[in-house]
């Protein structure tokens, strides 16, 4: 719990710098990637008022991927080139929210999505996505105060590497509901991005 209040204190207090980079290009070994993996973010916790908001956001920018269709949805960490954690805002810097327990698992299912296949996994925390820290982990239902950015976050890793969530993000988005269907803000600017990098290189390679 120590541990996500520091993380979620310095997450809010870079808000206004991820705005910023949000219409940043990418790092061009970015447009390699092919499968992408969508976690909720290990320290967000499950608002009180809204105890699947964050799985329900999950969900949105799965389908959103789908549609979009460049990226091939995974289950693990060792064969995702991407790792995308997301987190719902509440409009609140401060809140109570929920952790452990049931609230923390998802069933692995298939759902029809437009023709293809969405995949479900395991809402809990890969053990591989970051690295734990002293004494272990409470895996029971209890209650937190959680401080955070009042909005919602989008952040894209680099996949294929040891606890890819203690690195920067290679892109960054919070944003009032954008992880909102059915428009998912989020991936509509992240593909955005995508596309300004792919232009970027093409343009160096013609003007070396």
């Avoid at 973010?41 to 956001?57: F, I, Q, R, T, Y």
């Avoid at 609140?92 to 929920?98: A, E, F, G, N």
């Avoid at 401080?147 to 989008?154: H, L, M």
Wanted: glycine fraction near 8%.
């Amino acid at each position: 719990m120590f541990r996500g209040v520091i993380l979620t204190c310095i997450t809010a207090l870079l808000a206004p710098l991820a705005l910023a980079n949000e219409k940043a290009t990418l790092p061009s070994d970015v447009l390699y990637a092919r499968t992408v993996l969508v976690v909720i973010s290990p320290d967000a916790g499950e608002a009180l008022s809204d105890p699947n908001a964050n799985n329900v956001a999950r969900e949105n920018v799965e389908k959103a991927l789908i549609k979009w269709g460049r990226f091939e949805l995974v289950l693990e960490t060792s064969t995702a080139d991407l790792i995308i954690a997301v987190r719902t805002g509440s409009g609140r810097s401060v809140q109570p929210t929920l952790k452990g327990g049931p609230i923390d698992n998802r069933p692995v299912i298939l759902q029809p999505q437009d023709g293809s296949i969405r995949i479900g996994g395991q809402r809990g925390r890969p053990p591989d996505v970051a690295q734990p820290t002293g004494g272990s982990a409470d895996e029971s239902p209890h209650a937190q105060m959680e401080i955070g950015p009042k909005d919602d976050t989008f952040e894209v890793y680099r996949g294929k590497i040891e606890y890819p969530l203690d690195s920067p993000p290679v892109w960054r988005m919070v944003a009032k509901n954008a992880l909102r269907s059915p428009s998912v803000a989020a991936v509509d600017q992240f593909r955005k991005a995508i596309d300004e990098t792919a232009k970027a290189v093409r343009n160096k390679k013609k003007h070396p």
